[in-house]
């Protein structure tokens, strides 16, 4: 009897230390002993240019990793992919991170992308040629082409809102594809337009007014996002993904355009922009950091305001300091 229960003792301690060191072990591999696959969602957009350098320069197999860049047309294919677990991570802004977690799919924020500093992630509000508008006070109750309840009119109603415009003397109108918006205001089926670069610069060399932009006050950031999901499984993983992104973040800082291949064919830059000596692409990457608070804040309380958002979140709903903490 006595042997029985020191025998049981003995097997419920060996139990514990095994799950014990279960928990500080090594992350789940594929098959063949490979690190388990980690796959990035990519839409042709240059805040993604640190992946590809890092795709290129090989950073990703001097980590150990194994990492698919997976394309994406838009914005929208890219977040339903994240929503049926196709990928683990991406770049987009901080309202697809409120939105995938309003919607009951847990995703973080776990670095800036663009947006660290002013001057980064450039997006302007242009006048159609030969509309007559120059300041954005002319904008007032002038229909603004843009993406509504997206990070577009967020940016449009923030820039316009400090030069001093109010929330009723703001009208928008909805055309979601960029190419056809930027023809729009072009053409003059619009007296302005709300665009990022590269298409704003493109406007411009093809003689749209710059109204008025965010290089003086960044208004948004995009962020990486990952799967909660990923980060409690793959940890390590990611943190070896960016620490490659931030060795091509670094590259990238003393010239990015010297990278007008990857520009050209995968963030799809067209080439009248990177020979432009007028307007030239203005483009620069920060160091990741975690994603400013305030400015996280009030994300959240313009989303609330137009009703895209019902769970209460908060910072620490949607940022993760462990990827880039270490």
């Given at each position: 009897?006595?042997?029985?229960?020191?025998?049981?003792?003995?097997?419920?301690?060996?139990?514990?230390?095994?799950?014990?060191?279960?928990?500080?072990?090594?992350?789940?591999?594929?098959?063949?002993?490979?690190?388990?696959?980690?796959?990035?969602?990519?839409?042709?957009?240059?805040?993604?240019?640190?992946?590809?350098?890092?795709?290129?320069?090989?950073?990703?197999?001097?980590?150990?990793?194994?990492?698919?860049?997976?394309?994406?047309?838009?914005?929208?294919?890219?977040?339903?992919?994240?929503?049926?677990?196709?990928?683990?991570?991406?770049?987009?802004?901080l309202l697809a991170?409120?939105?995938?977690?309003?919607?009951?799919?847990?995703?973080?924020?776990?670095?800036?992308?663009?947006?660290?500093?002013?001057?980064?992630?450039?997006?302007?509000?242009?006048?159609?040629?030969?509309?007559?508008?120059?300041?954005?006070?002319?904008?007032?109750?002038?229909?603004?082409?843009?993406?509504?309840?997206?990070?577009?009119?967020?940016?449009?109603?923030?820039?316009?809102?400090?030069?001093?415009?109010?929330?009723?003397?703001?009208?928008?109108?909805?055309?979601?594809?960029?190419?056809?918006?930027?023809?729009?205001?072009?053409?003059?089926?619009?007296?302005?337009?709300?665009?990022?670069?590269?298409?704003?610069?493109?406007?411009?060399?093809?003689?749209?007014?710059?109204?008025?932009?965010?290089?003086?006050?960044?208004?948004?950031?995009?962020?990486?996002?990952?799967?909660?999901?990923?980060?409690?499984?793959?940890?390590?993983?990611?943190?070896?993904?960016?620490?490659?992104?931030?060795?091509?973040?670094?590259?990238?800082?003393?010239?990015?355009?010297?990278?007008?291949?990857?520009?050209?064919?995968?963030?799809?830059?067209?080439?009248?922009v990177l020979s432009?000596?007028?307007?030239?692409?203005?483009?620069h990457f920060s160091?990741?950091?975690?994603?400013?608070?305030?400015?996280?804040?009030?994300?959240?309380?313009?989303?609330?305001?137009?009703?895209?958002?019902?769970?209460?979140?908060?910072?620490?709903?949607?940022?993760?300091?462990?990827?880039?903490?270490?």
């Amino acid at each position: 009897m006595y042997l029985r229960g020191k025998t049981a003792v003995i097997g419920l301690i060996v139990g514990l230390l095994l799950v014990i060191s279960g928990c500080g072990g090594p992350e789940p591999q594929s098959a063949g002993g490979k690190p388990a696959l980690i796959k990035v969602g990519m839409m042709p957009i240059t805040d993604n240019l640190p992946f590809w350098v890092a795709e290129e320069k090989g950073y990703f197999t001097e980590e150990g990793l194994e990492v698919e860049l997976v394309p994406f047309p838009s914005a929208l294919e890219r977040d339903s992919a994240f929503i049926a677990g196709q990928i683990d991570a991406g770049v987009g802004d901080l309202l697809a991170v409120a939105a995938m977690n309003n919607g009951g799919t847990p995703v973080r924020a776990v670095c800036v992308a663009q947006g660290a500093v002013p001057g980064e992630n450039r997006f302007a509000i242009l006048a159609a040629p030969r509309s007559g508008i120059t300041s954005p006070e002319h904008l007032k109750n002038v229909p603004i082409a843009l993406s509504l309840n997206t990070i577009n009119e967020y940016i449009t109603d923030s820039l316009l809102g400090a030069r001093g415009l109010q929330p009723g003397e703001i009208d928008k109108t909805n055309i979601v594809k960029l190419p056809i918006r930027m023809d729009a205001l072009l053409n003059g089926q619009v007296k302005a337009a709300a665009l990022p670069d590269p298409f704003a610069t493109l406007a411009e060399i093809k003689g749209a007014r710059l109204v008025v932009d965010n290089t003086e006050n960044t208004v948004a950031q995009t962020v990486v996002i990952v799967r909660k999901e990923t980060l409690d499984t793959k940890l390590v993983g990611m943190q070896k993904l960016i620490r490659a992104y931030t060795r091509a973040v670094e590259d990238l800082q003393s010239d990015p355009l010297q990278y007008e291949t990857l520009l050209t064919e995968k963030a799809k830059v067209p080439a009248d922009v990177l020979s432009s000596n007028e307007h030239p692409l203005a483009l620069h990457f920060s160091a990741p950091g975690l994603p400013d608070k305030d400015s996280l804040e009030r994300t959240i309380t313009w989303m609330k305001d137009h009703d895209l958002l019902q769970k209460e979140l908060n910072y620490d709903d949607l940022v993760d300091g462990r990827v880039i903490s270490k």
